[in-house]
């Protein structure tokens, strides 16, 4: 299908456009009520085409209705209005425009309008509180992307477990193979974001991080140390001030995943916990062994 694959945010003089990310998914939650189902739409932009401001954040965005049932066949043509982010019905708010913190897309349509098997061309737009505005100033926003549909309620079938020698058995999940043990006394989690054909290669990896010490307890600290100055601007719009004893970093989770892209590097996120942060996140980013970047998520 032929689409742009973008994402458009106009406020006053602003235009801001994002590519998509490849693809979105629509699923749904069977029976959420007697023959009644909650269909689900996950949407996350990529990046600026044109317009960006240094530290532009990234916009991904959740959508949900109620079907009597949801039918994927029916879905071309259709036109779903959501009016607003709450809803009485569901009593919970059924949108969110996720953009640097969590905003209501109010007068949201959404069309389905061409389709080719599992894949579906939606376009969408709705409209959201600007946060840079000064008073109640309105975004108006504009998706036009390709979903998949994606099953979620038959169960799957998991692998058995593998054994990675020197690094411990790997259980398939959803998502990843998952496997826990110790990173230099941290209690841990290795999770390889793999298909079949590229769980050797991960595991490979994993194998050179815990028995060869590629990147170590220390280098991880060393470059939280180093990216921290980066995260400046977040911690003066958030009104925190970074005195972070940087020893008391922990990794808790080690995720591995190959780049999307065609140089098919290995991507390592090392997931960490503060005992001051309580319960923000922290993920440290390497590319082939390099660090390109630390980020912080506040949790409020």
């Known amino acids: 299908m032929d689409c742009p694959n973008t994402l458009t945010i106009r406020s006053g003089k602003r235009t801001t456009v994002f590519a998509m990310k490849d ?12 023959k009644i189902d909650q269909v689900v739409v996950n949407l996350e932009a990529d990046g600026v085409i044109s317009g960006g401001v240094e530290y532009q954040p990234i916009p991904s965005i959740i959508l949900s209705w109620l079907d009597s049932p949801f039918d ?3 879905l071309l043509g259709r036109s779903i209005h959501i009016p607003q982010s709450y809803d009485e019905v569901q009593q919970d708010h059924v949108t969110d425009f996720y953009y640097d913190e969590h905003l209501d897309l109010d007068d949201v349509h959404i069309d389905f309008v061409e389709r080719d098997g599992k ?8 409209k959201a509180i ?7 100033d309105l975004m108006d926003i504009e998706i036009d992307t390709v979903i998949r549909f994606v ?15 020197e690094v411990g058995t790997f259980n398939q999940t959803e998502y990843f193979w998952k496997c826990e043990r110790e990173f230099e006394g941290c209690p841990i989690v290795i999770r390889l974001s793999s298909s079949d054909d590229s ?15 590629q990147i170590s307890l220390s280098v991880i600290r060393q470059d939280i140390r180093v990216r921290l100055s980066e995260l400046k601007w977040k ?13 008391d970093f922990c990794p808790d989770t080690f995720t591995i995943c190959t780049s999307d892209d065609k140089m098919d590097s290995i991507h390592l996120y090392v997931f960490l916990t503060h005992p001051a942060s309580g319960t923000d996140n922290w993920i440290l980013r390497y590319a082939d062994g390099e660090c390109y970047s630390l980020e912080w998520i506040p949790d409020r």
Do not use: C
């Open 23 to 34: 693809e979105g998914e629509i699923w749904f939650r069977q029976n959420w009520k007697p």
């Open 72 to 74: 994927l066949d029916g």
């Open 119 to 126: 894949r579906l061309r939606v376009k969408v737009i709705g």
């Open 130 to 136: 600007d946060p840079e505005a000064t008073g109640p």
């Open 151 to 165: 099953d979620r309620n038959t169960p799957p079938v998991f692998q058995p477990p593998r054994i990675v020698e």
């Open 199 to 213: 769980f050797d290669k991960l595991a490979s990896y994993a194998r050179s991080l815990i028995t060869q010490k």
């Open 235 to 247: 911690f003066d719009a958030f009104h925190v001030t970074p005195d972070f004893d940087v020893d």
